[in-house]
């Protein structure tokens, strides 16, 4: 799979887009190196595909199977002909919500492209703890039109976005091993009791704790259990917000539409690369591993910033496509098998790591996928 970014120019100002720089459409001369390249294509980056004019030529210059996303906010018309399937970003039906979190979208002309989309199309929405609620209301539009709906967690550029994220990195397996996910309330001065027990070197406490560590440990897991005891309030709305989407799943066959739904806690153990064996090509010509690595940027990830360095290892302007293929050879063959990154919400050292901060991880990988929302499906890409 090959994703294109075919412009940087939008529509939409949304609050947690890491688009930044001045808009530019990606140049005809690296599309053309692009073709027969792949079977299938991805039009969509850190901007609205639809603004570029020449969309449609590219799509049919490309050909293969063509997967757009779209904010929905110019006519699809013209494309609808030329690729097999149109994602619209539709987070809520509530115009207010539109106006105050993706700035400048509006349902109504969403709707309208979606009716002329028809079945190729399908409805991507991010979810936060302020559009959890309505999310019903998107199971029911999808099933007026026939259509499905993919659903992703927020990742967030800042603090202000992660406080409304409603997911919770560490591994729902130590969680459990805690005895913290069976609705038991959670003992928020167990460590310190753990600490007065090994003071004395004896103690149920601390023989419950190192239980924990040693079960953890025997099924491949590290343990961050002060994390685990600091966030009682993340980890019940990750689990009512996955009750709800269970639920909801339900709701959604018996309306004749598939929910794909997200995860709401880690899996240090089960984690898988979206995007292997596949590159991100900017607007620019310049190619990335993936859309995260695409840019320099700022997220908010394991209640930290973190700054996120741009990982490029090639440019269509003066390379060939195979030239590129061959200098993410080294990264590609880390990500196919994800255990070769750690998983650093589950360490007890994520906060003030000196590894993180300097783009890295303590298996020696940078760039590194250790803290990556997307390879435990907490974040869903649109293919």
Request: hydrophobic letters at 35%; glycine letters at 8%.
């Amino acid at each position: 799979m090959i994703q294109i970014e075919v412009t940087t120019a939008c529509d939409l100002n949304c609050s947690y887009c890491f688009r930044n720089g001045k808009a530019m459409d990606v140049a005809e001369e690296v599309v053309e190196k692009l073709v027969g390249c792949d079977k299938e294509y991805v039009l969509y980056g850190y901007g609205e595909p639809l603004r570029n004019r020449n969309l449609k030529k590219i799509a049919e210059r490309l050909g293969g199977r063509i997967v757009l996303s779209t904010n929905g906010i110019n006519d699809v018309g013209a494309i609808v002909e030329v690729v097999d399937r149109i994602g619209f970003s539709l987070d809520s039906t509530n115009e207010e919500y539109l106006k105050r979190v993706r700035k400048g979208s509006e349902a109504k002309r969403i709707l309208k492209n979606l009716k002329k989309a028809g079945e190729k199309a399908f409805i991507e929405s991010v979810i936060t703890s302020e559009n959890l609620k309505n999310l019903k209301d998107l199971i029911e539009l999808a099933a007026n039109y026939g259509i499905d709906v993919k659903l992703t967690n927020v990742v967030a550029p800042n603090k202000q976005i992660y406080n409304k994220a409603v997911y919770f990195e560490p591994s729902r397996r130590i969680i459990d091993l805690a005895g913290f996910g069976n609705g038991s309330e959670i003992d928020k001065d167990f460590i310190v009791k753990v600490i007065h027990d090994y003071s004395k070197g004896r103690g149920e406490f601390l023989e419950r704790y190192n239980g924990i560590l040693e079960e953890a440990r025997k099924e491949g897991y590290l343990v961050n259990l002060s994390y685990i005891l600091e966030s009682t309030q993340r980890i019940y709305n990750a689990m009512k917000a996955e009750e709800k989407l269970e639920g909801l799943r339900e709701f959604a066959k018996g309306m004749g539409v598939e929910l794909d739904i997200p995860e709401f806690f880690g899996n240090a153990v089960e984690r898988e690369c979206p995007y292997r064996n596949s590159i991100f090509v900017r607007a620019d010509g310049k190619v990335s591993s993936c859309m995260i690595f695409s840019r320099t940027h700022t997220e908010f990830v394991n209640n930290h910033e973190k700054k996120v360095n741009a990982f490029i290892v090639g440019d269509l302007n003066f390379q060939e496509y195979d030239d590129v293929v061959s200098a993410l050879s080294t990264f590609e063959r880390k990500r196919k098998d994800m255990s070769t990154f750690p998983w650093c919400a589950d360490c007890p050292h994520v906060s003030g790591c000196w590894y993180l901060e300097h783009n890295q991880d303590c298996y020696v990988n940078s760039p590194s996928c250790g803290e990556c929302l997307y390879s435990t499906g907490i974040a869903k890409c649109v293919f």
